[in-house]
Each structure stands twice: as C-alpha cells, then as structure tokens.
C-alpha cells in the first residue's frame, strides 16, 4: 500500500499554506506599505524560535472519492517563539487572505491562541490590523438600537 497520495496532499498543503493569499495578494500588502503577518513574525521573534501551530489548518474542498481538490488554509497564523529569550505565543490574521476577514478555522484558532497562552502561562502577542468589524452592521442586529456609537 502506497502513502503518496498522502504525502502529496499534505505537501499541497504546505505550500499553500507557505503562500499565503498567493503572491499578488503578498504584493498588494507590500505596496500599502504592511509586512505580511509571517514577515512581522520573524522581525520580532528571536532567530529559529518560532514554531508555527498546526500550519496546515484549513478547509478543502474534495471530490466524491474523498480526494482533496482545493485546499484554503487558516488565515490566522498562530505560534510559539522567544522574544528576547522569553517564551510568548503569538497570532494574527494573514490580510493577504480574505482581507484578514476571519475564516471558520481561522477564527478557532485565534481562540484558541488566548486557551494556549493562559494553558502554558505565556504573553499573547497579537498582530492586528484593519478596520475591525461593522458598526452599522451590529446594530441592525442588536434590538436594543445599537450603542452610542451607532445612534444619532
């Protein structure tokens, strides 16, 4: 029995997942002036410390013989490293996918970035970005009329 279907799968993924939003997308966040979240990641944590949390997290798409035929990896980049020696998890949304939008399995595991940090007794780093989310938007679902924010 051969594994190489697997094999290559999984190196799909990993070179998904190494690209990113691919590289237009890698571009467009250079030209607005922005590192990319792995890029910020590697001028803040110390040299070889990093060790990126379940890189190929995402979705795929696969057909009626259950192989993969597209792969989506997480646009949350979660990982242990050393900042000056001491050990930190960090985390932030890759903008070169979805806009930073969250994903589903992006938006697990930015959660469970804060179950990690407070389980192994270690600072959260987050790299943010972006506008956040809707505020007219939440008011037309909050009954109450939205907060101060939202009304005139």
């Known amino acids: 029995m051969s594994w190489q279907d697997e094999v290559d799968e999984i190196e799909a993924r990993r070179e998904a997942a190494r690209a990113m ?18 890029e910020r990641l590697e001028r803040l944590a110390d040299p070889g410390s990093i060790e990126e949390q379940a890189p190929l997290a995402g979705e795929s798409t696969r057909d009626a013989a259950g192989r993969a035929i597209d ?28 806009g930073g939008s969250p994903s589903p399995s992006g938006l697990r595991r930015s959660v469970y970035a804060e179950t990690l940090a407070i389980q192994l007794r270690r600072p959260l780093v987050r790299f943010l970005e972006g506008g956040g989310g809707s505020v007219a938007g939440q008011a037309r679902r909050d009954p109450s009329g939205g907060t101060a924010a939202t009304r005139r």
């Open 71 to 98: 792969f989506q990896p997480a646009n949350y980049l979660l990982a242990l490293a050393r900042v000056d020696g001491r050990p930190i998890v960090v985390g932030g949304e890759d903008f070169t996918q979805r």
């Open 21 to 38: 939003g691919g590289p237009e997308a890698v571009e467009r966040q250079h030209a607005r002036g922005r590192l990319t979240v792995r």
